[in-house]
């Protein structure tokens, strides 16, 4: 008896590629140029309920009022508790680079000091062993010719020793 | 100008990996065909159609209009939902108030993914703020770890429970001729492989599956007609949150989530005092193992601190006292724009006890469903099968 | 104060979204796409409960919605429907503009398949034309293995 033939299937391959350019917005575009100037991370607070955010937030999300007055701004870090935070092992394609993901890649949660405010960055540390939440940590910026006003001026959080 | 609602059809694809052999809009006449089989209708009966699924993950964009052959969509009213992981279930609840409103006497639900054809976790990276939030996201699980991890830090839950979670679940899985993971492992074999997120590793998180689910809802004049055994939508509640990246994890544990706002919206609504007796089972959107103890706290079914206990007391188990996820869950089969239809369809299964070899050992009057995701919301629908 | 923020630079964040897809035609498809490339045959499907021709082939019937699994033979002429020239370049077109793109009816078929029109002069286009399809040296088994769709001469 003869082995039904196999049908060939067709694909497509196919890349989506797709440019954008992202108008920040102000105050975040403010958050970064304090970046990129003069090595400042702000966190601002609603003029009405009191609730902090950073980056600076324009609208209130809690009670939907503008915040973008820069008097309510304060500078915070560049030191903070780390509050939580993953590591990475699996890579993955990185669509706004094409480019595949360096692992080990780990992020954290970064309670800043001097406003009850979170901020996402990567971290140096990148062994499980070596990283507990409640840890202290510093960003490190890069060097001010080569920073360009984004979230990457911030190199990562080191760990620090206090 | 209203009308109570009930689910009297119900259809699903096996779940998996690849199809080769059929292209998306065939995967979702599959389920579309068994859901009408299961109502005893042809696509002649019914008057509305609504779709959903992930955008991009298939590369093409307006795929309800591209599929409206295969969906049965052609002279219909109805339309696409896209709220992301939350698709499946706000597909249903939108049916919901298409049938409620008498707007449509028979609506048929589709939630669909072919998980296979894209790179699905750069697709959802792209909806974090490029701005701010990612470079540092990996799809959709990171966020998850973060929560995860959180939450240990927060109640003392150990990583054995999340090894527990999906152990229980890979035995239920291969109960569920539709799961795609099927496999059993022991809490050993889980604990011992491959980390990819720190703290969840390979058998921790949701896998990348396709298939499609489809339901007929009908109308309370029509349901009794069509289905001798009609599932009631008793309720159902939508929460947003928003988290730019996850700002507000720093009020983790303090303040309300997407689940707290459900779960006592559905709980108060319908003056239910003791959830985990007066409801008997629970299919929740779960895509990572610390979301069931993390999240049976979030919902109000248990006190904080006590969810990750009641796992490891068996409690969840598909025999235990109020099994949660018993088709194995989003832990083991996870075509995204169908996993919240699933969770729906499941929990209807087990009200009509056709859910075979994974049906509860507990009779069941009242269950849950959830759908989670679109950026940490929460659709919760109450199901029953008496209208009393 | 804010009046101030505002007046600074404006900044943007710029990039790419880049992903590979993988799109899995399905059987009848892949059959029909064969055919393309190995014989130059353009086909149909045939309904088997209401006779409807299609092309390009779905295996769900649009009018009677019953599941179609053969192919039937067509014979690669057609006529035109409509059409259009564009003139408007964007990263993501498979020609250089202008060019034109008809809507061609193939002879047997009852569904209508969208295409490039080449070899003619723009203002010769005319709804009810007859079309021959053109078929590239080079095929991959995708729709671009037909070249275009061009006027059929008149013998003699």
Known sequence: M???PQLELIYLDMTLK????????EPLGEFFREL???EKIYANQCPTCGRNYCPPANICTRDHSRCNEKDKWVAVGPK???LTFFICEQSFLIPTTGEMLEVPFSVGLVMLDGAPVVLQHCLQETDVEKIKPGMRVEAVF???EERKGNIFDIIHFKTIKE | MTQRVAIVGIGQTNHSGRRPYHNDGEVIYDAISAALADAQLSIKDIDNVIIGDMELFEGHSLNDAMLLDYTGAEGRSGFKMNTGGTVGSMNVISGWYNVASE????TLVIGWEKHDEGPTTSAITTIWDPAINRPFEVGAISGLAMISNAYMTRSGCPLEVGAIVRAQASDNAARNPKAHLRERYTVQDVMSARMVLYPLNLLMICPTSLGAC???????KKARKINKKPVWIRDHATAHQVTRGMDFMAEAGKIDTSMTVTGRKIFQRNHITKPMEEIQVFEMYDPCAFCQPAWLEEFGLCEAGQGWRLIEKGVTAREGSFPVSPSGGTLCTNAIGDTATVRVAEAALQLRGDAGEHQVTREVKMALASGYGGMYWTDLLLLSNTLD | ?????????PMFTEGYVIMPYKYSVGTLASKFFIEIRDHKKINGVKCPKCNIVIVPPRSVCIKCFNKIEDLVELSGKGTLVTYTVAHYDSAVQAMKPPYAIGVIKLDGADTAITHFIGEVDFKELKAGMKLEAVFNETRNANILDIKYFKPVKNKG
């Open chain 1, 80 to 82: 903070g508790t780390l």
């Open chain 1, 142 to 144: 890069k060097p001010k």
């Open chain 1, 18 to 25: 797709m440019p954008f350019k992202w108008n920040t917005g």
């Open chain 1, 2 to 4: 003869k082995a039904k």
């Open chain 3, 1 to 9: 104060m804010a009046n101030e923020v505002v007046k600074k630079e």
């Open chain 1, 36 to 38: 990129k100037a003069n």
């Open chain 2, 214 to 220: 489809a339901l007929v809802l009908a109308g309370e």
């Open chain 2, 103 to 106: 707007f449509s006497d028979t």
